[in-house]
């Protein structure tokens, strides 16, 4: 059988573990694989411009501070959005056709970066349409968790979630790693992007370093992913989550974790230099690169603990983490500093792992719920809803918390014009991981620490 006649599988059952040790496991391997490349490159799209803001003004941008941080924070705004429509784009188009699609369209921004980055007289308006082309790179973690969620058994959603979600959370990491190295060679370049006695950068680097990475991505995706027939269906039918309570619940969780970890991402570099000039922003990349390598680690605590759990757990060690950027900030300790945002960088990533974990688990179990003691037969129908849902809400959620991407970076950069330090943004924040302890409790945990207190009174009772 030729790759074209397998473009699209029909029958797919992960939940059948002799379907799933046959030949399931191998399937969703491979697709998880290319899904990960794919998204990798949207993410190190999506954030390059927070490292090449800070180079802006040595090859002759004469930007002001909040203009800088306006660039870093707007490729957040935009990708938000992109993730709305990215997310009905799986089940419409397939996995596989989408994930070509969103691949190629990382070449855009890319390019337009290589371009007008060469020229320092570029107007301030064009150059952020420029930056805005980067939020292409953010919708792709939208239809990839989507797309990935249709592959995998509901025991096994929470590690491969997270592991699809690092893989590309980790291109944050290589881009703020490899961009300030890569703009030093004038090999790598078309032609001389800094005017003389710039110190030799070559910032068109920053896009151009991407396009092989984009074209391999795009034809390993055509070759070897697959779209699956159990995950189409309608706009109509996934825009019902719209309805559903806990789609909003889990929405503003999100914003916690992912958004943190997205907006502190975009921010950290540019703080970085504001707050202590004389260190290299070479080293921000550590900071999405443990947020990354925690998000599997949190989905399979989750598989473990449960995920609301773990999520409450860790919002009260977000909380604290905030309280300790702040304190470190104002005694101007860079190592101090430096400690606490790498804890609340791991803290996004076990967050971002936990709340994914919490999706899947939520909607299978209201659908079940709804149909219990109809039959199999309704309770397949149950599952296949509860699948087409999940997704959707993996994608809707990630969506409003991409935003986290553009209001943490424009925090910082209203807090540091207002007041000279970023203890202002900080104090908000902090004030919304409370928000998210209660509601985490409220929804998710009160009602099983009621039900235990119940039968631990009855007991005693005995």
Known sequence: MSKRDTTWISEWNPEDEKFWESKGKFIARRNLIWSILAEHLGFSIWLIWSIVATKLPQVGFNYTTGQLFQLVALPGLIGSLMRFPYTFAV?????????????????????????????????????????ASAGLGGGNFASSMANISFFYPNHMKGWALGLNAAGGNIGVSSVQLLTPILVGF????????SPQGSAGLYLQNAGLMWLPLIALAVFGAYRYMNNLTSARSTFTDQLVIIRRKHTWVMSWLYIGTFGSFIGYSAAFPLLLKMQFPEITVGVAFLGPLVGSVARPIGGLLADKMGGAR?????????????????????????????????????????????????????????????????????????????????????GFTSAIGACGGYLIPRGFGTSITATGGPNLALEIFLTFYVTCV???????????????????????RV
Request: zero cysteines; a positive charge; proline letters at 3%.
């Open 91 to 131: 089940p419409r188009f397939g996995g596989r056709n989408w994930t070509v699609v969103s691949a190629a369209l990382l070449s855009i921004p890319a390019i337009a970066l290589a371009y007008f980055v060469a020229r320092p007289d570029t107007p301030f308006w064009l150059m952020l349409i420029v930056a």
């Open 186 to 193: 004038a090999w790598v370049s078309l032609y001389r992007a």
């Open 438 to 460: 209660a509601i985490t409790w409220w929804y998710y945990l009160r009602k099983s620490f009621l039900v235990q207190r119940a039968r631990s009174l009855a007991e005693a």
């Open 310 to 394: 773990v999520t409450f757990w860790n919002f009260v060690a977000m909380g604290a983490a905030t309280i300790g950027v702040m304190h470190y900030g104002d005694i101007k300790s860079f190592s101090g500093f430096l400690v606490m945002f790498l804890i609340l960088f791991v803290t996004t990533g076990v967050g971002n792992g936990a709340t994914f974990r919490m999706i899947p688990s939520i909607f299978r179990a209201e659908k079940l719920g709804e149909v219990k003691g109809l039959g199999n037969a309704a309770r397949a129908l149950a599952l296949k809803a509860a699948g087409i849902e999940s997704a959707a809400v993996l």
